[in-house]
């Protein structure tokens, strides 16, 4: 049972970073897009384009809290295009907010939860942070690393193979086991659960 006295305020928005496109779908650096829409299809929630927000945009009940869903259709290096003004608009601050993107600089499958922090090099959470600033929540979810930053872009744009799938499926099972306790504001529970995860 989760420790109810240790809260911090529930979230409003949960944010995926990805590239919009058909082509982009299945590539690792859409794996925010990947949990955000899970999200969606099990809670009920409709994603509908929304055009003065640049980004597919919905509204739904999880763990009795309203809570809104955002899936930037700006490419990830201009996330901030649509996080800002959906941000802005609604009136909702920056720890109330849960950004997940893909994360290099963990292995395939681990899952980290943050309030705060830089960007580490991620160009979605570059583009965000001059409008939000740094102290929102990251669920940086485990891509791997090609072991060579030459290698980077064409790892982060290509897809994952099938073991690997396998693996990033079971972390977002995990995730979303904890999305009741994140979205409800127990933020410490989740964040022992998911870091205590190995999917391998």
Sequence with gaps: MSDR???????????????????????????????????ADEYGIKLSQDKK????????????????LLLPTTFMN??????????????IP???????????????GRVRLKL?????????????MPCLG???????LGIGHPGHKSLVVGYVMSAPTSDERIVLERMLDATMQELPDLVAGNIA????????????
């Excluded at 927000?53 to 809104?68: D, I, K, N, S």
């Excluded at 201009?78 to 009136?91: D, K, R, T």
């Excluded at 920056?94 to 395939?108: G, K, M």
């Design 5 to 39: 006295s240790n809260t911090s305020p529930n979230l409003k928005l949960i944010v995926g970073l990805g590239n919009p496109g058909a082509q982009y779908t299945q590539t690792r650096h859409n794996a925010g897009f990947w949990l955000v829409q899970r999200i």
């Design 53 to 68: 927000f640049h980004g597919l945009v919905g509204r739904g009940q999880v763990a009795g809290h309203e809570v809104r």
């Design 78 to 91: 201009a996330s901030g295009q649509s996080v800002c003004p959906l941000s802005q608009f609604f009136a």
């Design 94 to 108: 920056p720890n109330q907010i849960l950004i997940a993107h893909d994360e290099l600089d963990l292995p395939v």
């Design 116 to 128: 705060g922090g830089g960007h580490g090099g991620h160009n979605g959470l570059r583009d965000i």
């Design 134 to 140: 740094a102290d929102f929540y990251r669920l940086r």
């Design 189 to 200: 529970s989740a964040q022992q659960t998911l870091h205590g995860f190995a999917a391998e």
